[in-house]
Structure formats: structure tokens, C-alpha cells
């Protein structure tokens, strides 16, 4: 976890960290105080901000206060950028929907806090490659 008590930290728009986030998307944009840190919870990072009371956050959903380079979200976002490589290096290699597979189980909980959505999405492009191939 790269935050700790004391830093400040930047909401992203809803749109850079998934819908399912909407509650706490109405700080986008606000700059807070991280006063607590758990990684044991969904949302390990609490921030709290001089206008309200404090909210938790994952790491996705937040950049850090003055940082000089804002995450890449289009073309190098941080749930494809966690591995030593690129996810796209290795689904590159593959069929599209194995490389779909592939990218819905390793972005999976890094997206968005809930992990299920894309492995459901990963399950189903392997469930469909399997019924290509001919498989039950």
C-alpha cells in the first residue's frame, strides 16, 4: 500500500475507477487526508476532508495529492500495469478471447473493489472458448 497516515490524496472522477463506486464519487476531484490505512478492508484507505467526514477509498479509486505525473489512464491504467509486464505483453500473445481470459482474471479486484464481475467475465470467455473447441 503506498499510502500512510498523513499524505494527501486526490479523488479520481467515477469514470476512472468504475461505476460501482458512485457513493464516494461525489469527493471527485477533492483533495482529503489519509487518517487511516487497513489493507484487511475493501476499502483500506480513509481520507478525510475539511468540508465533511472521512470516506474510504481503494487505491485505484485515489492519486496522490501534487504528484507529478497523473496515472495513464487510457493507455497504461494501473489495473493492467501491476505486474512486472504489462498485461497486454501476455494477452498479446494469445487468441482474443483467451487473451480476454487472461485479462479479466488478472485485473480482477484491482478495477474495481469487487473481484466478481470480472471473474464472471473471465468465466464466460472460457466457458465460450470451451464450446468452440467442442468441450460440454
Same mark, same amino acid.
Given at each position: 500500500?503506498?499510502?500512510?497516515?498523513?499524505?494527501?490524496?486526490?479523488?479520481?472522477?467515477?469514470?476512472?475507477?468504475?461505476?460501482?463506486?458512485?457513493?464516494?464519487?461525489?469527493?471527485?476531484?477533492?483533495v482529503?487526508?489519509?487518517?487511516?490505512?487497513?489493507?484487511?478492508?475493501? $476499502?483500506?484507505?480513509?481520507?478525510?476532508?475539511?468540508?465533511?467526514?472521512?470516506?474510504?477509498?481503494?487505491e485505484?479509486?485515489?492519486?496522490?495529492?501534487?504528484?507529478?505525473?497523473?496515472?495513464?489512464?487510457?493507455?497504461?491504467?494501473?489495473?493492467?500495469?501491476?505486474?512486472?509486464?504489462?498485461?497486454?505483453?501476455?494477452?498479446?500473445?494469445?487468441? $482474443?478471447?483467451?487473451?480476454?481470459?487472461?485479462?479479466?482474471?488478472?485485473?480482477?479486484?484491482?478495477?474495481?473493489a469487487?473481484?466478481?464481475?470480472?471473474?464472471?467475465?473471465?468465466?464466460?470467455?472460457?466457458?465460450?472458448?470451451?464450446?468452440?473447441?467442442?468441450?460440454?
Open positions: 500500500m503506498s499510502y500512510q497516515v498523513g499524505d494527501e490524496a486526490k479523488v479520481l472522477p467515477a469514470a476512472e475507477y468504475g461505476p460501482e463506486a458512485w457513493a464516494r464519487s461525489f469527493r471527485a476531484g477533492q482529503g487526508t489519509v487518517v487511516a490505512v487497513d489493507p484487511s478492508l475493501p $476499502f483500506p484507505i480513509e481520507l478525510e476532508f475539511p468540508s465533511g467526514s472521512p470516506l474510504a477509498y481503494t485505484d479509486e485515489l492519486v496522490k495529492a501534487g504528484a507529478d505525473q497523473v496515472e495513464d489512464v487510457v493507455d497504461h491504467p494501473a489495473h493492467y500495469t501491476w505486474l512486472p509486464v504489462e498485461v497486454i505483453e501476455i494477452t498479446k500473445h494469445l487468441t $482474443f478471447v483467451r487473451g480476454n481470459a487472461v485479462k479479466y482474471l488478472l485485473r480482477a479486484g484491482r478495477k474495481s469487487d473481484p466478481l464481475e470480472d471473474l464472471r467475465k473471465a468465466r464466460w470467455y472460457l466457458d465460450y472458448e470451451i464450446r468452440q473447441l467442442g468441450g460440454a
